[in-house]
């Protein structure tokens, strides 16, 4: 049985960092592309942060740039995502999501019509404090 287990979410102030872990467990067929997503409350899910794992190209959303960097342990078979400078505009549920087809890291984050395709981790909570 496959699970995504995300971990890191907490309480912190602004311009504070996190880091978040995706931890893979259990078999997963290969995927192509893994990311980071958040959702808050009354908002659309969004694609904050996606790596192609073929190429290991990243994509970031403009809201992130700059103040997050996603990454990858294969021997871990976990993902980060490490976020500095967090601000009043960044809490939410963070989760973190594979495709089992082939996207580029852009698309993973973005194709939106296609976000029921992924597999989910259960999320993890970030807030902050000003």
């Known amino acids: 049985q496959l699970q995504l287990v995300e971990s890191g979410g907490g309480l912190v102030q602004s311009g504070e960092s996190l880091r978040l872990s995706c931890v893979e467990h259990g078999y997963l067929l290969d995927y192509y592309a893994i990311g980071w997503f958040r959702q808050a409350p009354g908002k659309e899910r969004e694609g904050i942060s996606c790596?192609?794992?073929?190429?290991?190209?990243?994509y970031y959303a403009d809201s992130v740039k700059g103040r997050f960097t996603i990454s990858r342990d294969d021997a871990k078979k976990t993902v980060y995502l490490q976020m500095n400078n967090l601000k009043a505009e960044d809490p939410a549920v963070y989760y973190c999501?594979?495709?089992?087809?082939?996207?580029?890291?852009?698309?993973?984050?973005?194709?939106?019509?296609?976000?029921?395709?992924?597999?989910w981790g259960q999320g993890t909570q970030v807030t902050v404090s000003s």
């Open positions: 999501a594979t495709d089992q087809q082939w996207f580029s890291a852009q698309e993973s984050c973005t194709k939106t019509a296609h976000y029921d395709n992924k597999f």
């Open positions: 790596i192609n794992t073929n190429d290991e190209s990243t």
